[in-house]
């Protein structure tokens, strides 16, 4: 496996998403302060505050995943699953080079509760 690679695209996506998540919480801030006089116009910014929010928890998920996985390569344990030791596929790893989990127990965990990772 190459895991320069992977280390190259899991530095990029953290410096992504933490661009994204800046990104997001500053305009949260901006849509807290902006001036809103008509009421419907009020209502679309609490929304667009939530939604903003929502996706800021969301990156910050996936910022955690990165940043274990970057952890995992470090300690040489990237690419195995974390529930069961098995190797992890390399199509699922170039799909989502983040994922802690093989296919199977990465259902388990869709099973459980929602979870943003893709399953393939
Ligand atoms: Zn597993």
Redesign the pocket.
Known sequence: MDLEHFRKVLLAKEKELTGEIARLSGDARYARTAEVEDPMDQVTSDQGEATALEETSNLSDTLSQVRAALQRLHNGEYGR?V????EIKLARLEAVPWTP??I??QQKHDNQRRVNTPSL
């Open positions: 699953c529930d069961c030791g098995r989990y093989c199977d127990d």
